[in-house]
């Protein structure tokens, strides 16, 4: 199975959770360019299989652009692909829309009075509240 990530406000240190797996292929599409990516790469500590950024794309996400990019790069079949990010504007939506699976790691879970998912069309496969949760269930299985 490949886990395809949207880098936002995921935790580096639960990423790495996920990484040690050999079940598990890593890759990341950001709405970054290049040059800024290979800077934070650098303190991510984590191997990316892939890295799609905007630049890449020539468009940010939600574009549909974007995701078909991955998709294409990635060259497995939809259902072997889970897409986990943190927007479910910027990702879930459009994800869902092209017929992968996803996660939503909605770190606001746990905080009162926050509706994150606002008037999405679309709503997630599974619902995390970190990446930590998403290893465990990965590992469990």
């Not at 504007?89 to 996660?103: C, E, F, P």
């Not at 994150?116 to 970190?130: F, H, K, M, R, Y």
């Amino acid at each position: 199975m490949l886990i395809r990530f949207s880098i936002g406000y995921l935790s580096l240190i639960q990423l790495r959770h996920l990484k040690p797996s050999k079940k598990f292929k890593l890759v990341i599409v950001s709405n970054i360019d290049d040059d800024l990516f290979a800077f934070s790469a650098k303190h991510l500590q984590v191997e990316f299989d892939q890295i799609i950024t905007a630049e890449q794309a020539k468009s940010y996400k939600p574009s549909f652009k974007n995701f078909r990019l991955a998709i294409e790069r990635i060259d497995l079949p939809l259902e072997q692909i889970l897409h986990v990010a943190a927007s479910v504007y910027h990702d879930i939506v459009t994800a869902k829309s092209l017929g992968l699976s996803t996660v939503w790691v909605n770190r606001r879970a746990v905080q009162k009075g926050f509706n994150t998912t606002g008037s999405a069309i679309s709503q997630p496969n599974l619902e995390v509240p970190d990446l930590k949760t998403l290893a465990a269930l990965s590992s469990a299985k």
